[in-house]
């Protein structure tokens, strides 16, 4: 009994592994800064699909952060990934850091 308990526990840990990483990936967004409001703490960004989002097309959009010191680590024309989520007020970028 304590084989299958053993046993279970570790499939059970693989496939949270396997499925939280491909979470993850799937939730970054590649895009590109096109402006900065840091005094509204808000960003314009020009990306792809974002699945993660439930959009499915390429398009233009005003984040919110979640964080204004998100806005210090990029500058327009910067390539980015990055994470949103999506809350009462609409979007929010909640990670973002340029592109390799």
């Given at each position: 009994?304590?084989?299958?308990?053993?046993?279970?526990?570790?499939?059970?840990?693989?496939?949270?592994?396997?499925?939280?990483?491909?979470?993850?990936?799937a939730a970054d967004i590649n895009g590109e800064v096109k402006k900065i409001d840091e005094s509204a703490?808000?960003?314009?960004?020009?990306?792809?699909?974002?699945?993660?989002?439930?959009?499915?097309?390429?398009?233009?959009?005003?984040?919110?952060?979640?964080?204004?010191?998100?806005?210090?680590?990029?500058?327009?024309?910067?390539?980015?990934?990055?994470?949103?989520?999506?809350?009462?007020?609409?979007?929010?970028?909640?990670?973002?850091?340029?592109?390799?």
């Open positions: 009994m304590k084989g299958i308990t053993t046993t279970a526990g570790a499939v059970t840990l693989a496939l949270a592994l396997t499925f939280g990483a491909a979470f993850a990936q703490g808000k960003i314009t960004l020009k990306h792809g699909p974002a699945k993660s989002l439930g959009m499915e097309q390429p398009m233009t959009m005003i984040y919110r952060v979640k964080d204004p010191a998100l806005l210090k680590q990029v500058k327009v024309g910067d390539k980015v990934r990055f994470e949103a989520q999506e809350g009462d007020g609409g979007y929010t970028v909640t990670a973002i850091q340029k592109a390799k």
